[in-house]
């Protein structure tokens, strides 16, 4: 269970290094994402993640943020994070059980591009829990947050950055 939530942690740092605008490489990188990079790699990167860079460590599960993978890993940048009551972070920082679950809720199992993601009606999380999918007008939302950039390419998974904390309920 703890290689699980570990590996799930790692997810969501991948896709959160990876915030650019649609269409755009992460920071740091020129044209495409560089695949040799791992989620971690890619999340320091991208500088938009220092929120749930903090938080995964926080959660304990830094150390195997660079695991085998694939995952999948709905990322929210730090503009996300700042939409969040802080009454709430705060709350996830002294809770690391209720922190690693919803951490772990931005993470699948396997590599989902977009194009499988759109096709589902929602994704199993690591954290147990599905997350809803649905696409509307011509963009992605994932349990109620919008997809803004797809498919960036980690050597362990696949990150979409998303412009909203997803808590599970």
Same mark, same amino acid.
Request: proline share 4%; glycine share 10%; no cysteine.
């Given at each position: 269970?703890? *290689?699980?939530?570990?590996?799930?942690?790692?997810?969501?740092? $991948?896709?959160?290094?990876?915030?650019?605008?649609?269409?755009?490489?992460?920071?740091?990188?020129? +044209?495409?994402?560089?695949?040799?990079?791992?989620?971690? !790699?890619?999340?320091? =990167?991208?500088? &938009? %993640?220092?929120?749930?860079?903090?938080?995964? &460590?926080k959660a304990g599960?830094?150390?195997?943020?660079? #695991?085998? +993978?694939? %995952?999948?890993?709905?990322?929210?940048?730090?503009?996300?994070?700042? &939409?969040?009551?802080?009454?709430?972070?705060?709350?996830? #920082?002294?809770? &690391?059980?209720?922190? *690693?679950?919803?951490?772990?809720?931005? /993470?699948?199992? +396997?590599?989902?591009? =977009?194009?499988? @993601?759109?096709?589902? !009606?929602?994704?199993?999380?690591?954290?147990?829990?599905?997350?809803?999918?649905? /696409?509307?007008?011509?963009?992605?939302?994932?349990?109620?947050? *919008? @997809?803004?950039?797809?498919?960036?390419?980690?050597?362990? +998974?696949?990150?979409? $950055?998303i412009n909203k904390?997803?808590?599970? *309920?």
């Open positions: 269970m703890q *290689r699980i939530l570990t590996i799930g942690l790692a997810l969501v740092v $991948v896709l959160a290094g990876s915030a650019a605008p649609t269409g755009a490489a992460p920071a740091g990188n020129s +044209g495409q994402a560089d695949t040799d990079s791992n989620i971690v !790699e890619t999340a320091v =990167a991208a500088g &938009k %993640f220092k929120t749930l860079t903090a938080l995964v &460590k599960l830094a150390g195997t943020l660079q #695991g085998k +993978g694939p %995952f999948t890993v709905f990322a929210p940048t730090d503009a996300a994070f700042a &939409k969040v009551p802080k009454a709430t972070l705060t709350a996830l #920082g002294k809770d &690391k059980a209720k922190l *690693r679950s919803v951490l772990l809720y931005h /993470v699948a199992k +396997g590599k989902l591009t =977009a194009n499988k @993601v759109v096709k589902r !009606e929602s994704v199993k999380t690591l954290n147990g829990k599905r997350v809803a999918i649905r /696409v509307r007008n011509g963009k992605v939302f994932v349990g109620g947050a *919008r @997809v803004t950039t797809p498919d960036v390419a980690a050597s362990n +998974g696949v990150i979409h $950055v904390v997803l808590i599970p *309920r």
